[in-house]
């Protein structure tokens, strides 16, 4: 059975998402601040390895209009690495305002500043993580403008 995790990428700190064993509820899992290519990769290891996770979901911000930036390649070199490391299968998926999305939801706990951004990026990745499932775990995508994402439901 597959073991998925989502990966909201950034250049600081990482945040992790996982899907309960039926495949349809995303829960945060956990944030990880980077250290450098070898205690990543040794990090990254060890936690595919303890939970037994085979297949990977890397986010991409997509820009609103369907185009990729820098910070869409430099997740896509991420999810490349991470692949090369732990020999996860890899997949891309849109991650559009999941960051916003998260600040949303934890604006309205009790929890805080400091809190709240500790748990923004698993959050974010959970997002993200749980529209891939809700879309019916999709192997490729193209990225779209937002306009056409909005009419397809995807959000």
Same mark, same amino acid.
């Given at each position: ?12 700190? $990482? &945040? %992790? ?7 349809? $509820? ?17 990090? +990254? ?6 939970? @037994? $996770? ?9 820009? *609103?209009?369907?185009?990729? &930036? ?6 896509? #070199?991420? &999810?490349?690495? %991470?692949?090369?490391?732990? @020999? ?8 559009? +305002? ?6 949303? %939801?934890?604006?309205? *706990? ?21 529209? +891939?499932?809700?879309? &019916? +775990?999709?192997?490729?995508? #193209? ?6 994402? %909005? ?5």
């Amino acid at each position: 059975m597959a073991r998925w995790m989502g990966v909201d990428y950034g250049d600081k700190r $990482i &945040g %992790l998402a996982q899907v309960d064993d039926d495949l349809k $509820i995303c829960v945060p899992w956990q944030n990880y601040t980077r250290r450098g290519p070898d205690v990543d990769s040794d990090y +990254f290891r060890a936690i595919i390895r303890a939970e @037994g $996770i085979t297949k990977a979901v890397v986010g991409i911000p997509v820009r *609103t209009t369907g185009k990729e &930036g820098e910070k869409a390649k430099a997740a896509r #070199k991420f &999810g490349a690495w %991470l692949k090369g490391v732990t @020999g996860l299968e890899v997949y891309f998926w849109d991650e559009r +305002f999941t960051t916003a999305e998260a600040d949303a %939801l934890l604006a309205n *706990t009790k929890l805080p500043k400091k809190k709240r951004k500790a748990r923004r990026d698993m959050i974010a990745a959970q997002l993200m993580l749980q529209d +891939f499932v809700s879309a &019916g +775990f999709p192997r490729t995508w #193209k990225p779209d403008p937002l306009d056409d994402v %909005l009419t397809a439901g995807r959000f």
